[in-house]
């Protein structure tokens, strides 16, 4: 029985995005006729780089597994690109495939052909960056933030093209307000879009780094930062002599699990100071006078 020829790294991805169990046939010299068509393989020297590409980093280990997969597997969807003249095309989508192939050695990739202007060049570029797994919150933020200033969408149209709610959409873009310190943090990984999302509810910038010192320094869960900025928030002078305090929100924490009510401790002195007891109900107050009872 003869063993069945061993198809290309190029042609294997191809074939099975084209529903073709046969092998695919490279052409390095596509024709006029064959790029309307859409999907043809061209030459990677014959590319340039997307200039509007946002990502401006790219792992080289993330770069050399993709390598590895291609070279394996093959390439399963073709990047996108558009034809800027005789024998050049530009990048519009998929530069990890790119640096992949280019990585292996291959001398064409499979590529989809796209008529497409520069703004239409960024919608697409920004619109499949954001779709990407491995971006921080703050890349994402500013590809949206990108698609309203320079594409013209709305938020809305941004939910239904992204498939996202309109306020995840609006919460991600807020995270741009945080100071630069702080989105810098989110993006190295030191502080979660929960992190972000509490420090923006207080405007003064230096109070937010104020707060994002704390956060580092005592390693904050979420739900602690948000304790931290609403007794900030209580403070009926927060930009003067502001201290800020942790020392009791885990004690806040227990007791407010232990009788299912916010509470918040103030401290007026060495071991001295006020418990305070949230309630928005008759109902959560007769509730609170129960538990005291037992």
Partial sequence: MNKPKKKSALGRGLSVLLNNSDSYSVDINPTEEKIKVGVVAIPINQITTNPYQP????SDENITELANSIKNL?????ITVRKIGDDKFQLIAGERRLRAS?????????SFIKNSNDEEMLEIALVENIQRKDLDPIEIAISLKRLIDEVSLTQEQLSKKLGKKRSTISNYIRLLRLD????????????????????INIEDKNVQLKIYKEIIKKELS????????????????????????????????????LIGAKVQIISSGENKGVLKIHFNSKSELLKLKKIFKK
């Fill in 55 to 58: 990502r401006s980093n790219f």
């Fill in 74 to 78: 093959g390439i399963v969807q073709p």
């Fill in 102 to 110: 280019k990585k292996i050695g291959l001398k064409a990739i499979p």
């Fill in 180 to 199: 630069p310190v702080i989105q810098t943090g989110i993006r190295d990984g030191f502080l979660s879009m929960g992190h972000g999302r509490s420090i």
């Fill in 222 to 257: 979420v739900r602690k930062t948000e304790t931290l900025v609403s007794k900030i928030k209580e403070n009926k002078n927060p930009k003067k002599n502001l201290k800020i305090t942790t020392n009791f929100i885990e004690e806040e924490e227990y007791i407010s699990k």
